[in-house]
């Protein structure tokens, strides 16, 4: 019993980390949506529109959860180290794979080509990545940094979520009719 009150977080932890799970998909997601949004409107009709919106805003939400729920059991099952930091080091991991993953969808053609530019940017980023990890670890300055950057994105949850609800009972009546 005393295991798993140790291995427990705080509500205030889960949600920092899921303001910055949130942060950088819903950011990516309202990028693509209105860059692409002038050509819809060419072809498209509004509720189609509104449409795309609530599915693309709804995703946003349900991959921010699968991210947080799985950076949560691997605090879990990782050594107390991890536990500790969770907010920080999670916060991290989030913002650098996210990062990564903006790369890889940004520069598809170029690493289909092996250009070494996006190659050297994700090296780069790792590298970056394992020295935040180590200054986490070992400045508590770095780690109270990133905790109040958590603390700041957190606060787009207050416009996330609705959003999101919004888009949810919009797929709902769209799957309805």
Aim: aromatic fraction near 14%; include cysteine.
């Amino acid at each position: 019993m005393a295991t798993y009150k140790v291995r427990r977080f705080s509500l205030r932890d889960l949600i920092l980390v899921l303001g910055v799970c949130a942060f950088p998909i819903y950011t990516w997601s309202l990028y693509y949506f209105f860059e692409r949004l002038p050509a819809w409107l060419y072809y498209l009709d509004l509720w189609e529109i509104v449409g795309i919106f609530a599915y693309t805003q709804l995703f946003a939400l349900v991959e921010s959860v699968i991210i947080l729920l799985t950076l949560a059991l691997a605090a879990v099952l990782l050594p107390v180290f991890f536990r500790g930091r969770f907010v920080a080091v999670g916060s991290v991991l989030v913002l650098f794979l996210a990062g990564i993953a903006m790369l890889v969808q940004r520069e598809d053609n170029a690493l289909r080509a092996l250009s070494p530019v996006p190659l050297l940017i994700a090296a780069a980023i790792a590298l970056t990545l394992t020295l935040l990890l180590v200054l986490i670890y070992r400045r508590t300055r770095v780690q109270s940094l990133v905790e109040a950057f958590a603390e700041r994105v957190s606060v787009l949850l207050y416009l996330y979520l609705p959003i999101s609800l919004i888009g949810l009972v919009v797929v709902v009546i769209r799957n309805m009719g």
